[in-house]
């Protein structure tokens, strides 16, 4: 399994921006996303690319705001936030998985541990 360090959370106000990065232990062509998790809430998915960038999918909540990208020569997926919302409070995960398109985090087998993303209003 590959190992998965998040980066980048921090406080924020509303409308700010902020990138979260994801560094993989080593080179790797899996299918990444980001996964979030709000106190008392299950973990979601927030957006998710193909092994080598060229196809995206996002959660509905997010479509128009995040960005989800890769750069496979430095091992790193990122996440760009803008436009944030207090509701997009959550520890922030990424994710490492064999399949495409999928939003369950079931089909997911390598897991970051997390980067805590607060959003004031």
């Known amino acids: 399994q590959v190992q998965l360090v998040e980066s980048g959370g921090g406080l924020v106000q509303a409308g700010d921006s902020l990138r979260l990065s994801c560094a993989a232990s080593?080179?790797?062509?899996?299918?990444m996303a980001w996964f979030r998790q709000a106190p008392g809430k299950s973990r979601e998915f927030v957006a998710g690319?193909?092994?080598?960038?060229?196809?995206?999918y996002y959660a509905d909540s997010v479509k128009g705001r995040f960005t989800i990208s890769r750069d496979n020569a430095k091992n790193t997926v990122y996440l760009q936030m803008n436009s944030l919302k207090p509701e997009d409070t959550a520890v922030y995960y990424c994710?490492?998985?064999?399949?495409?398109?999928?939003?369950?985090?079931?089909?997911?087998?390598?897991w970051g541990q997390g980067t805590q993303v607060t959003v004031s209003s």
């Open positions: 080593a080179s790797s062509s899996h299918n």
């Open positions: 994710a490492a998985s064999s399949y495409y398109g999928v939003r369950h985090s079931g089909a997911f087998g390598s």
């Open positions: 690319i193909s092994g080598v960038g060229v196809g995206t």
